[in-house]
């Protein structure tokens, strides 16, 4: 999926919109990151799934392909020369326009092999191991997925957008009406490749019976089907295989099991198990199901009010989730210096009365949050992102000095020792100069 074009922003919308969800202010649309949060899933048994892929349409027809290959010789291309193709097709009642499909699947997964310009029974044979037929029907998804680059559904934007596509269908489980396939489709195309007006109506024309011939060709391999209201969801399969390919590109996409073992935890525990990154923000829903707002926004904000950067942040990330219900605690936490910031912020969010924030605050929040980056620890740890260099950052990084944060050296010779702008470290280092002098000429009572 890496390959394909995947607008975050409009996935992230289309993901709110199909789940009926509260839509995202544009104050936290302004900025998506890299890696997304998925529902947590119900997957079937290895066993039942194990048993369901030579019966997906795909496997059975490149299973019969190799039977009826025997041994014949091919192309310079390492393809079934013309006469041999159309006999495959009318002896094997195939579509002439998925036999190149069926082909490569059936070489790449090793039930045919190639040798000396020859095509013969390859290594593979379909009396696998539970464990085994999965790691093949991995690979027939893969080899799937990577025939978008040339071309797989016939449709060069839905090919495009395949990986949003199947990301959105994995994230909704009841399935999404192709009408709102075509309508997200449409408008990452827009953002990703800004197309003019007249191109727009001619995709917006086309893309309806477009979608159409993918979602019958996505369905062929095994991958989606219709639901009893019409829509477009993912098979049992579908699931596993879109899961494991999200998991791949380091999106954050759990099983209900894995989500589970978290919700009876503490407060500090939840945070104390985000920040050491043995839980992702999918363990949030299930936890907060468990316990009235209020109470948990209490508990939270007692642990953000004496905690450290990287807490306050696990702290934000479990308040975005709760509505105005958890006003009050919220509001509360206006009181405390560590806390008064991002409390304004959250019922800003919200459209509910709160002071107004400073240039000054605003930078007091960045520093936070690249100090928390410096808390995390586990896979997270090792992917510290760096702001992205600009002008903007050079003065965001001169202002540090003067907002008192407790953590703004250790910021400061972060970035200056991390970033790989020039003009960004050599920034840092004369902040952290500056802040250095500040620290010392502050009398002892107003330092913090």
């Known amino acids: 999926m890496a390959n394909n074009v995947f607008d975050l922003a409009e996935l992230r919308k289309l993901i709110d919109e199909q789940a009926a969800v509260p839509p995202r202010s544009p104050e936290e649309t302004s900025v998506e990151h890299e890696a997304l949060t998925f529902p947590p899933v119900l997957l079937a048994s290895d066993a039942e799934l ?124 009841s ?41 019958s060709l996505l369905t062929y391999c095994g991958l989606v089907e219709q639901t009893e209201a019409g829509r477009t969801a993912l098979t049992p399969l579908g699931v596993w295989a879109v899961r494991r390919d999200l998991l791949r590109e380091g999106h954050d996409a759990p099983t209900a099991a894995e989500v589970q073992v978290f919700a009876d935890l503490s407060a500090a525990e939840l945070v104390e198990a985000l920040v050491r990154g043995t839980a992702t923000q999918s363990a949030v829903a299930g ?22 950067a990287g807490q306050r942040g696990a702290v934000g990330a479990i308040l975005e989730e709760l509505g105005p219900e958890a006003e009050e605690p919220v509001r509360r936490a206006l009181d405390h210096p560590l806390t008064r910031r991002y409390a304004a912020s959250w019922l800003h969010i919200r459209d509910l009365e709160a002071p107004p924030l400073s240039p000054e605050d605003h930078t007091w929040i960045a520093v936070d949050n690249l100090a928390a980056l410096m808390h995390l620890s586990g896979p997270a740890a090792g992917r510290l992102d760096m702001p992205e260099p600009g002008e903007d950052l050079i003065k965001l990084v001169g202002e540090m000095p003067a907002v008192g944060h407790p953590d703004t050296l250790a910021v400061l010779d972060m970035l200056a020792g991390a970033h790989d702008d020039q003009a960004v470290a050599k920034a840092a280092r004369k902040a952290a100069m500056k802040a250095r002098t500040l620290r010392h000429d502050r009398p002892p009572a107003h330092r913090r």
Do not use: K
């Not at 998925?98 to 082909?103: E, S």
């Not at 399935?175 to 408008?187: D, T």
């Open 50 to 173: 194990a048993r369901a892929v030579p019966a997906v349409p795909l496997v059975a027809d490149a299973i019969r392909l190799t039977a009826w290959t025997g041994s014949r010789e091919v192309g310079a291309d390492g393809m079934l020369g013309e006469s041999d193709a159309r006999a495959a097709t009318e002896e094997l009642g195939l579509q002439e326009s998925r036999l190149r499909l069926i082909w490569i699947v059936a070489v790449n997964t090793g039930l045919l092999r190639i040798l000396g310009g020859r095509a013969s029974r390859g290594p593979l044979s379909m009396q696998l191991t539970v464990e085994a037929t999965l790691e093949f029907w991995d690979g027939v998804v893969m080899d799937v997925l990577d025939r978008a680059d040339d071309g797989l559904t016939g449709s060069a934007v839905v090919d495009g957008h395949l990986a949003e596509m199947l990301a959105t269908i994995y994230s909704v489980r």
């Open 287 to 308: 936890w907060l199901e468990r316990r009235p707002p209020e109470a948990a926004a209490r508990d939270l904000i007692e642990i953000a009010a004496s905690g450290t």
């Open 175 to 215: 399935g999404v009406a192709v009408g709102n396939l075509a309508r997200g489709i449409l408008q990452s195309h827009e953002v990703a490749c800004a197309p003019g007006p007249v191109e727009m109506r001619r995709l917006a024309a086309a893309l309806p019976a477009e979608l159409l011939e993918a979602v």
